[in-house]
């Protein structure tokens, strides 16, 4: 899996973001290991597959749409009174759009790639880690501990305690950790890198307005 491309889309990304919000000179790195972990977490909310006391174990793979409640049409009445239905506009008749469950995946995948960046450790290419995974939940603990284990050897590396190298070594084994939960949960590369374009768009608009 060729990860150039994305690096650098992350980094006109980060470069944006840094200056809209006049973060020049900031040290970022333990607030994105902060939100990688927030972002993994409702990564696991959205499949769901561990909350063993609920009904409800599948994943979500849907947002349906709350102007037409799922259905995908709407109804009103005309000028004269009578009754009419029409796609819903706001999603485009489907009644539902987008897969939630990839978005929060592409979601972790930015902060990933942002914290190669901020640790000047660009991964060209990477396989998805040849681990034996029991299960789903288990490879999400798994990227838990990826992300504390980083964490806890970038600090060691900053002190001189360890070199760069083993905190390369920590980062391919987050990456290629996290690209293996992601053959779990179906998604193939095709699909993470489109969904990767398409929130990319989104993070540059939400900062447009505002966010």
């Known amino acids: 899996m060729n990860l150039n491309n994305l690096f650098e889309i992350q980094d006109k990304l980060d470069k944006h973001i840094v200056k809209e919000k006049s973060l020049e000179g900031q040290d970022l790195l333990d607030k994105k290991i902060l939100a990688l972990q927030v972002e993994l977490g ?8 561990f ?3 609920s ?6 793979l849907k947002c349906f749409c709350k102007a037409c409640d ?4 709407r109804e009103g009445l005309d000028i004269d009174w009578q009754p009419y239905q029409e796609p819903c506009e706001y999603c485009g008749g489907k009644g539902a759009y987008g897969n939630p469950l990839l978005e929060e995946y592409v979601d972790c995948l930015h ?3 942002s914290i190669g ?3 000047e450790l660009k991964i060209a290419e990477i396989k998805p880690a040849p681990r034996y995974y029991r299960d789903t939940t288990f490879a999400f603990n798994q990227v838990f501990n990826d992300v504390a284990a980083f964490g806890s050897i970038e600090y060691a590396e900053r002190n001189n305690l360890l070199g760069m190298d ?7 084994e987050l990456l290629g950790g996290f690209l293996r939960l ?11 890198e489109v969904a990767y374009m398409q929130k990319n768009e989104i993070n540059y608009a939400r900062q447009e307005n505002g966010y």
């Open 117 to 119: 960046l901020e640790t």
């Open 42 to 49: 409702e990564l696991a909310n959205e499949w769901r597959g």
């Open 70 to 73: 799922g259905f995908g049409t």
């Open 166 to 172: 083993d905190l390369k070594q920590a980062y391919e």
């Open 182 to 192: 992601g053959q779990l949960l179906g998604f193939s590369w095709e699909q993470i």
């Open 55 to 60: 009904k409800d174990q599948e994943p979500n």
């Open 51 to 53: 909350k063993f006391w």
């Open 111 to 113: 902060f990933i790639l």
